[in-house]
């Protein structure tokens, strides 16, 4: 497995009114060519700032991508100009954000709004252009394509708007997509279809993928590695199959146990973790997971605590699993 | 509960500031008023002329209407502060004596406008259906005129004096306060429908007005103040063309006019009512926007 | 989009139809009658011409007789030139009036959109602080004081430009800046405004992620979208400037439309008094109703279908 992507110890700030928001805080992960990777968290926790770092589309005013590598192919992306990342944007590394009802530029047409990226990074002509886009739309299910072409993302509903800006993230068939909570904002009943579709087109180019997402359900069935992410760090990391069997952190250990599962018996009360993620303007000095542990040690608070390996490419940053124990097991009644 | 728990805390940690949190909108949009400093330039020039002016016969050497024909078109000097303009007249008071017109037709003509567009809007929101689109029919049509040719028409049929450009200024200006106030009751309106209904039936109109005043008052206060510079303005565009105020009443529209025939010689007699007018004018825009601001409920912490 | 032409259109004709009839009940408010001179008439003339121009008539058939001429063109005769309709009055100013309020137009959409742009893009730097005095301060002061503090800068003390008249191209510089100076204040402060939001909005972020360039983002992206609220000002601005003219030109004695109107005033010219305040409001509407059209054409969230 070749790696596409390596960041290394990213971390970025945003300096506002009431103080420097350490937004991430130091994280490290890596995709492979082809590969699924879950960045997983509850909202705040930096994920999305780490994607957003990663493509620099920080805004830079307030925001302040102030150390790391981002090893991409090769090029430490955080070195290039502006021009180098314009041209690795949408044709090499694309996106597709969270909110389909605002992402879209409601005076263009659809139709411009694809071709215009195939025009600029692939030079191709007008005609050839909408020939490709008409494709692309066919791809992602929609409709009658080439009759939609000149219609206007008013005319669409969210599903449809979002299978539009899949289609926008694949035109230049990139080596990467980065895909923020693709479904967050669209109907329960869409969020399996829009999803299906973006790992079969991604399977087929042999694209690799980070799906940014806060439902595990997701993680669970798409993903073929997860970094659990919290206040600005990465908790663990490892095989989907490793960290949902076996999970070497509390916090994931609650993450999973707060999701309602069918096989178990209905009475079940869902485990919510109490307390709030931590104000990352001060964050604490050890884990940061530490004030809402249940399982926590003295020593969790001194110092910010690495990730250690357990197993083979199962790491942890928890200090008790690090040192054997893992007591939460027992409570998510897990083999 | 949580304004308790912060001042509490200040009260412990800091020395008491000035910057206290105030618990009604008034108190609170009045702190941040002082903290606009263009607003409180503004609002301090229109202070300073209105004292100027009311208090103008105490300090001022010369009248406004005075003519000395040894002394025309004198420069700015130590006896004339401004120059003499043409008739031999000071300058300097009859800017001073000008300001009062202007200060009188600003704050006048929005008793007028008051009396006329409230009323008018309260209706048409209260009533509502057809009285409200008839009415908003006529308020349309009236936005139709070129405001400043219908306010020269009414000056021309009125005639007479300064009340009489007071209401012609205000006939034409009620329009805006109209719309707005309609605008506020109506949004009012949908507010407090239901816990109206909940209410013991009561007067809906009573509970209506008492919950009106504080929300719409601060919109109301903002649009008069813009409206202030607008009258100012029509006043000295009247005097201008020779239909303002009647001599001797001193005007700047009438001291620029008269200033306009000896442009060459005696720019000053130009300028300074010029300069006048805008900086009045500007004064009031300045105090608007920090009213605006002020008062603007989303902005408060 | 057709029907809701016609409806603008009916309601336009009901508009002019209501300023008709409130202007020409205000006129005959007036004191004095139209053949009020210096040297007062004999009572016989005075007979004779209220019956040449149909004043004998009782209110509403004159009203009546003047909607029916109006319609074909005809707004009567100028009472004070006896030989010259008002329509042709009207006609020699009016294209004096319109060139000036054109240029007065293009000067603040010239200065007002360039400048919000340039206060937008680089917030907080030079630009921006002086875009923000310009609109505001600009924005109060009246075009007339404007006019005369150019005059005094431009003719008194420069002795660059004349000071009145029209013909000669120097005549048009000051009072299209003065007339212009409001409306550039206003659009410049919309632009920066519209320009602001728009830039903060999620799909230009999206176009951002494409890998656009900076100059495509802003010229397709940003703009079509920031420049929609200052469509909409542009109407009422156009409006505002046909309106104010008049102050200015009779600052400059520009031969306009405003300036007739003025005179007509003083002169108790009834025929010209109605017809300019007709043609007044003609126009506002009717350049309204452009601006509302145009913006369902830039706008395709706004079609009237």
Same mark, same amino acid.
């Given at each position: 497995?070749?790696?596409?992507?390596?960041?290394?110890?990213?971390?970025?700030?945003?300096?506002?009114?009431?103080?420097?928001?350490?937004?991430?805080?130091?994280?490290?992960?890596?995709?492979?060519?082809?590969?699924?990777?879950?960045?997983?968290?509850?909202?705040?926790?930096?994920?999305?700032?780490?994607?957003?770092?990663?493509?620099?589309?920080?805004?830079?005013?307030?925001?302040?991508?102030?150390?790391?590598?981002?090893?991409?192919?090769?090029?430490?992306?955080?070195?290039?100009?502006?021009?180098?990342?314009?041209?690795?944007?949408?044709?090499?590394?694309?996106?597709?954000?969270?909110?389909?009802?605002?992402?879209?530029?409601?005076?263009?047409?659809?139709?411009?709004?694809?071709?215009?990226?195939?025009?600029?990074?692939?030079?191709?002509?007008?005609?050839?252009?909408?020939?490709?886009?008409?494709?692309?739309?066919?791809?992602?299910?929609?409709?009658?394509?080439?009759?939609?072409?000149?219609?206007?993302?008013?005319?669409?509903?969210?599903?449809?708007?979002?299978?539009?800006?899949?289609?926008?993230?694949?035109?230049?068939?990139?080596?990467?997509?980065?895909?923020?909570?693709?479904?967050?904002?669209?109907?329960?009943?869409?969020?399996?279809?829009?999803?299906?579709?973006?790992?079969?087109?991604?399977?087929?180019?042999?694209?690799?993928?980070?799906?940014?997402?806060?439902?595990?359900?997701?993680?669970?069935?798409?993903?073929?590695?997860?970094?659990?992410?919290?206040?600005?760090?990465?908790?663990?990391?490892?095989?989907?199959?490793?960290?949902?069997?076996?999970?070497?952190?509390?916090?994931?250990?609650?993450?999973?146990?707060?999701?309602?599962?069918?096989?178990?018996?209905?009475?079940?009360?869902?485990?919510?973790?109490?307390?709030?993620?931590?104000?990352?303007?001060?964050?604490?000095?050890?884990?940061?997971?530490?004030?809402?542990?249940?399982?926590?040690?003295?020593?969790?608070?001194?110092?910010?605590?690495?990730?250690?390996?357990?197993?083979?490419?199962?790491?942890?940053?928890?200090?008790?699993?690090?040192?054997?124990?893992?007591?939460?097991?027992?409570?998510?009644?897990?083999? | 509960?949580?304004?308790?728990?912060?001042?509490?805390?200040?009260?412990?940690?800091?020395?008491?500031?000035?910057?206290?949190?105030?618990?009604?909108?008034?108190?609170?949009?009045?702190?941040?008023?002082?903290?606009?400093?263009?607003?409180?330039?503004?609002?301090?020039?229109?202070?300073?002329?209105?004292?100027?002016?009311?208090?103008?016969?105490?300090?001022?050497?010369?009248?406004?209407?005075?003519?000395?024909?040894?002394?025309?078109?004198?420069?700015?000097?130590?006896?004339?502060?401004?120059?003499?303009?043409?008739?031999?007249?000071?300058?300097?008071?009859?800017?001073?004596?000008?300001?009062?017109?202007?200060?009188?037709?600003?704050?006048?003509?929005?008793?007028?406008?008051?009396?006329?567009?409230?009323?008018?809007?309260?209706?048409?929101?209260?009533?509502?259906?057809?009285?409200?689109?008839?009415?908003?029919?006529?308020?349309?049509?009236?936005?139709?005129?070129?405001?400043?040719?219908?306010?020269?028409?009414?000056?021309?049929?009125?005639?007479?004096?300064?009340?009489?450009?007071?209401?012609?200024?205000?006939?034409?200006?009620?329009?805006?306060?109209?719309?707005?106030?309609?605008?506020?009751?109506?949004?009012?309106?949908?507010?407090?429908?239901?816990?109206?209904?909940?209410?013991?039936?009561?007067?809906?109109?009573?509970?209506?007005?008492?919950?009106?005043?504080?929300?719409?008052?601060?919109?109301?206060?903002?649009?008069?103040?813009?409206?202030?510079?607008?009258?100012?303005?029509?006043?000295?565009?009247?005097?201008?063309?020779?239909?303002?105020?009647?001599?001797?009443?001193?005007?700047?529209?009438?001291?620029?006019?008269?200033?306009?025939?000896?442009?060459?010689?005696?720019?000053?007699?130009?300028?300074?009512?010029?300069?006048?007018?805008?900086?009045?004018?500007?004064?009031?825009?300045?105090?608007?926007?920090?009213?605006?601001?002020?008062?603007?409920?989303?902005?408060?912490? | 989009?057709?029907?809701?032409?016609?409806?603008?259109?009916?309601?336009?004709?009901?508009?002019?139809?209501?300023?008709?009839?409130?202007?020409?009940?205000?006129?005959?408010?007036?004191?004095?009658?139209?053949?009020?001179?210096?040297?007062?008439?004999?009572?016989?003339?005075?007979?004779?011409?209220?019956?040449?121009?149909?004043?004998?008539?009782?209110?509403?058939?004159?009203?009546?007789?003047?909607?029916?001429?109006?319609?074909?063109?005809?707004?009567?005769?100028?009472?004070?030139?006896?030989?010259?309709?008002?329509?042709?009055?009207?006609?020699?100013?009016?294209?004096?009036?319109?060139?000036?309020?054109?240029?007065?137009?293009?000067?603040?959409?010239?200065?007002?959109?360039?400048?919000?742009?340039?206060?937008?893009?680089?917030?907080?730097?030079?630009?921006?602080?002086?875009?923000?005095?310009?609109?505001?301060?600009?924005?109060?002061?009246?075009?007339?004081?404007?006019?005369?503090?150019?005059?005094?800068?431009?003719?008194?003390?420069?002795?660059?430009?004349?000071?009145?008249?029209?013909?000669?191209?120097?005549?048009?510089?000051?009072?299209?800046?003065?007339?212009?100076?409001?409306?550039?204040?206003?659009?410049?402060?919309?632009?920066?405004?519209?320009?602001?939001?728009?830039?903060?909005?999620?799909?230009?972020?999206?176009?951002?992620?494409?890998?656009?360039?900076?100059?495509?983002?802003?010229?397709?992206?940003?703009?079509?979208?920031?420049?929609?609220?200052?469509?909409?000002?542009?109407?009422?601005?156009? &409006? +505002?400037?046909? /309106?104010?003219?008049?102050? #200015?030109?009779? !600052?400059?004695?520009?031969?306009?439309?405003? @300036?007739?109107?003025?005179?007509?005033?003083?002169?108790?010219?009834?025929?010209?008094?109605?017809?300019?305040?007709?043609?007044? &409001? +003609?126009?506002? /509407?009717?350049?309204?109703? #452009?601006?509302? !059209?145009?913006?369902?054409?830039?706008?395709? @969230?706004?079609?009237?279908?």
């Amino acid at each position: 497995m070749t790696k596409l992507l390596e960041v290394k110890n990213l971390v970025t700030h945003f300096v506002t009114q009431d103080g420097i928001v350490q937004a991430v805080n130091g994280v490290s992960f890596e995709v492979n060519q082809g590969e699924i990777v879950a960045l997983v968290g509850e909202s705040g926790c930096g994920k999305t700032v780490s994607s957003l770092s990663v493509l620099q589309l920080i805004p830079q005013p307030p925001g302040k991508i102030v150390d790391g590598k981002v090893i991409f192919a090769g090029m430490d992306l955080l070195k290039k100009s502006k021009e180098e990342m314009q041209k690795i944007r949408g044709s090499r590394i694309s996106m597709i954000f969270q909110e389909p009802m605002t992402s879209l530029n409601p005076v263009l047409t659809i139709g411009r709004q694809l071709t215009e990226g195939l025009q600029f990074h692939l030079k191709l002509d007008k005609k050839e252009a909408t020939r490709q886009a008409v494709e692309l739309l066919k791809s992602v299910g929609i409709p009658h394509a080439e009759g939609r072409l000149n219609d206007y993302p008013h005319h669409f509903s969210g599903g449809m708007r979002q299978r539009v800006m899949i289609a926008m993230a694949l035109a230049c068939e990139p080596q990467l997509v980065i895909a923020d909570e693709p479904t967050t904002a669209v109907d329960v009943t869409i969020q399996a279809q829009l999803l299906d579709l973006i790992r079969n087109l991604t399977l087929r180019l042999n694209t690799a993928l980070i799906i940014i997402t806060h439902n595990l359900g997701v993680v669970a069935r798409y993903a073929q590695r997860v970094y659990v992410m919290y206040a600005g760090q990465i908790m663990e990391q490892g095989t989907a199959i490793d960290v949902y069997h076996n999970p070497l952190h509390p916090y994931t250990a609650g993450l999973l146990g707060s999701v309602p599962r069918l096989d178990e018996p209905r009475r079940t009360r869902l485990q919510p973790i109490d307390g709030q993620p931590p104000d990352l303007i001060a964050p604490p000095q050890g884990c940061p997971f530490a004030p809402r542990c249940v399982y926590v040690k003295p020593e969790c608070k001194l110092k910010r605590l690495p990730l250690v390996e357990i197993n083979s490419g199962h790491f942890t940053a928890c200090l008790v699993a690090q040192e054997g124990a893992l007591p939460w097991k027992k409570i998510l009644s897990l083999k | 509960m949580f304004n308790l728990f912060y001042r509490a805390k200040k009260e412990v940690t800091e020395p008491e500031t000035s910057s206290r949190q105030h618990h009604t909108l008034w108190g609170d949009a009045w702190v941040r008023l002082r903290r606009n400093k263009l607003a409180v330039l503004g609002g301090s020039i229109i202070l300073l002329l209105a004292l100027a002016a009311i208090f103008a016969p105490l300090y001022l050497k010369y009248d406004f209407a005075t003519q000395n024909y040894d002394a025309i078109l004198v420069g700015p000097s130590t006896e004339h502060l401004l120059g003499t303009d043409e008739l031999g007249r000071d300058v300097f008071s009859r800017l001073i004596y000008g300001a009062r017109t202007s200060l009188a037709v600003g704050l006048f003509t929005q008793l007028v406008v008051l009396m006329v567009g409230l009323p008018i809007g309260a209706i048409a929101a209260a009533a509502g259906g057809r009285v409200d689109n008839l009415l908003m029919r006529f308020v349309d049509i009236m936005y139709a005129f070129p405001d400043i040719l219908l306010i020269i028409l009414l000056r021309a049929i009125f005639g007479g004096s300064i009340f009489m450009i007071f209401l012609a200024i205000g006939l034409v200006a009620w329009v805006g306060i109209a719309r707005l106030v309609r605008g506020q009751i109506l949004s009012v309106k949908q507010r407090d429908f239901v816990a109206a209904a909940r209410a013991m039936g009561g007067s809906g109109a009573y509970v209506t007005l008492r919950h009106l005043l504080p929300n719409s008052l601060g919109p109301i206060i903002v649009a008069i103040t813009f409206n202030i510079p607008r009258a100012i303005f029509a006043e000295a565009a009247l005097s201008y063309i020779g239909i303002g105020v009647r001599p001797p009443t001193p005007s700047w529209g009438t001291m620029i006019a008269d200033g306009n025939n000896v442009i060459y010689a005696a720019p000053y007699l130009v300028i300074f009512p010029a300069i006048a007018i805008a900086i009045l004018m500007l004064s009031f825009t300045f105090l608007g926007d920090g009213l605006r601001d002020a008062l603007d409920p989303r902005l408060r912490r | 989009m057709g029907k809701y032409i016609l409806r603008r259109i009916l309601w336009l004709g009901l508009v002019l139809l209501a300023v008709s009839f409130i202007t020409f009940s205000l006129m005959h408010l007036v004191p004095g009658g139209p053949w009020d001179r210096e040297k007062e008439l004999a009572p016989q003339i005075v007979e004779n011409l209220n019956i040449k121009y149909g004043l004998d008539k009782p209110f509403y058939e004159q009203y009546i007789n003047y909607v029916w001429n109006a319609l074909h063109g005809d707004l009567g005769v100028s009472y004070k030139y006896q030989d010259r309709s008002v329509t042709e009055i009207i006609g020699t100013g009016l294209p004096i009036t319109a060139t000036l309020g054109v240029i007065a137009f293009i000067l603040a959409l010239v200065i007002g959109i360039p400048l919000g742009m340039a206060a937008a893009l680089k917030q907080n730097s030079v630009i921006d602080y002086v875009a923000v005095v310009f609109s505001t301060v600009f924005a109060s002061i009246p075009g007339f004081v404007l006019g005369i503090l150019l005059v005094i800068i431009f003719s008194v003390w420069l002795h660059w430009l004349p000071t009145s008249g029209w013909g000669d191209w120097r005549q048009i510089i000051m009072p299209a800046f003065s007339l212009a100076a409001l409306p550039a204040a206003y659009t410049a402060r919309i632009t920066r405004a519209s320009m602001l939001e728009v830039v903060r909005q999620d799909y230009i972020r999206t176009a951002r992620a494409k890998g656009l360039s900076e100059r495509i983002i802003l010229s397709r992206h940003t703009l079509r979208n920031a420049l929609i609220p200052v469509v909409t000002v542009a109407g009422p601005e156009l &409006a +505002f400037l046909i /309106a104010g003219s008049f102050i #200015i030109e009779n !600052i400059f004695s520009i031969p306009g439309v405003g @300036r007739l109107f003025v005179q007509g005033v003083f002169a108790r010219d009834y025929g010209l008094i109605m017809g300019t305040i007709l043609f007044y &409001a +003609f126009a506002v /509407a009717i350049i309204n109703l #452009i601006v509302d !059209i145009m913006y369902g054409w830039i706008d395709p @969230r706004i079609r009237y279908d």
